[in-house]
């Protein structure tokens, strides 16, 4: 069964950094592209970043481009969101996802079946 585990969430400081962490089953980055999603209170689900499975391409929401990086590591297993100066409005649960393809990911909450528990983001001073 696929398993997603995300970590690496905390409180942090407006312009600060963090970075999250979503390790995945073995092999499942070889099949499978990666999403981040991100969930504030009281707002839908949305696409921050995603992965593609064949070539390793990354896609960003307008939101977040040019802040934040998307990167894997195939020998852990691992796919990593580094997010550099935070808002206040990055305040949110984070989710990765998988979704079972090789074409070019997208970031549509819909096109993923597997989830992670999700990790809060709390960007405050």
């Known amino acids: 069964q696929l398993q997603l585990v995300e970590s690496g969430g905390g409180l942090v400081q407006p312009g600060g950094s963090l970075r999250l962490s979503c390790k995945a089953s073995?092999?499942?980055?070889?099949?499978?592209?990666i999403g981040w999603f991100r969930q504030a209170p009281g707002k839908e689900r949305e696409g921050v970043s995603c992965?593609?499975?064949?070539?390793?391409?990354?896609y960003y929401s307008d939101s977040v481009k040019g802040r934040f990086t998307i990167s894997r590591d195939f020998a852990k297993n691992t796919v990593y969101l580094q997010m550099n100066s935070l808002e206040p409005e990055d305040t949110a649960v984070y989710y990765c996802?998988?979704?079972?393809?090789?074409?070019?990911?997208?970031?549509?909450?819909?096109?993923?079946?597997?989830w992670g528990q999700g990790t809060q983001v709390t960007v405050s001073s």
């Open positions: 992965i593609s499975s064949d070539d390793g391409s990354a």
């Open positions: 996802a998988a979704e079972n393809t090789f074409r070019q990911c997208v970031i549509s909450p819909h096109e993923y079946n597997d």
């Open positions: 073995e092999f499942v980055l070889d099949y499978y592209s």
